[in-house]
């Protein structure tokens, strides 16, 4: 089945570092969605990007979607504890239109 | 608060258990969606709802049974569950189905099989 590949698969940093994680599809997407997931909680959405070479931006986080619309990034500048979480980014599925979750990357925070 | 709640949030089972998880959407959304999480592995999508019709069973063994009574309801029943069905179970809804829709997700039911 269609796998949405993240790396990293974990990042530990020390506070104030900065941090990104990465995700990479094998087509052309007409959209993708990142979320966040806290330790013990539930996926939160952050964004949604459509256009090629977008970016967007939220305080310290930035959102990025490749020129050709097959990878994105989300960086996050000067890494505070409240950062630490699972990232996943989502894309359509290739034939259903659904969305299709990342593997996610797991961030860790240290003070 | 998302508008999406999920009991119980909690539930230990035994193998001979029958037992559902329920999920309420606030939000008037059109889609719900049952996922699966277990530890170190993405989300996996079970079953997708759209106007209350299943569209989507991605595989599922038939001891998840999921009904969708109405737009705002989703229910999971389990029966002779393995351990390993062992995970957290999240709900989730959508404006619609299609993938440009943000999902919001209730708080999840941790499910352990003994």
């Known amino acids: 089945g269609q796998q949405v590949m993240q790396i990293p698969q974990y990042q530990h940093v020390q506070e104030g570092e900065d941090f990104t994680t990465y995700c990479n599809s094998s087509t052309t997407l007409s959209n993708i969605q990142w979320y966040k997931q806290r330790p013990g909680g539930h996926p939160v959405f952050l964004i949604q990007l459509v256009k090629s070479g977008e970016v967007k931006k939220q305080k310290r986080l930035t959102f990025q979607f490749g020129e050709a619309k097959k990878n994105s990034s989300l960086h996050i500048t000067a890494t505070q504890t409240t950062d630490v979480g699972t990232y996943f980014c989502a894309e359509p599925s290739y034939n259903t239109d659904k969305l299709i979750f990342g593997t996610g990357t797991r961030l860790q925070v240290f003070p | 608060e998302t508008g999406v709640t999920q009991t119980p949030r909690h539930l230990v089972m035994g193998m001979t258990n029958k037992k559902s998880l329920k999920c309420e959407q606030h939000l008037g959304h059109n889609a719900m969606y049952w996922y699966k999480q277990s530890a170190k592995k993405p989300l996996e999508l079970m079953f997708v709802?759209?106007?209350?019709?299943?569209?989507e069973n991605n595989s599922v063994p038939s001891r998840f049974s999921p009904e969708c009574p109405n737009s705002s309801h989703l229910f999971l029943h389990l029966h002779t569950l393995q351990p390993e069905d062992s995970a957290l179970y999240l709900c989730?809804?959508?404006?619609?189905?299609?993938?440009?829709?943000?999902?919001?997700f209730g708080p999840g039911t941790r499910l352990t099989v003994t």
């Open positions: 989730a809804s959508s404006q619609d189905i299609q993938s440009s829709y943000e999902q919001y």
């Open positions: 709802y759209n106007f209350k019709e299943q569209t």
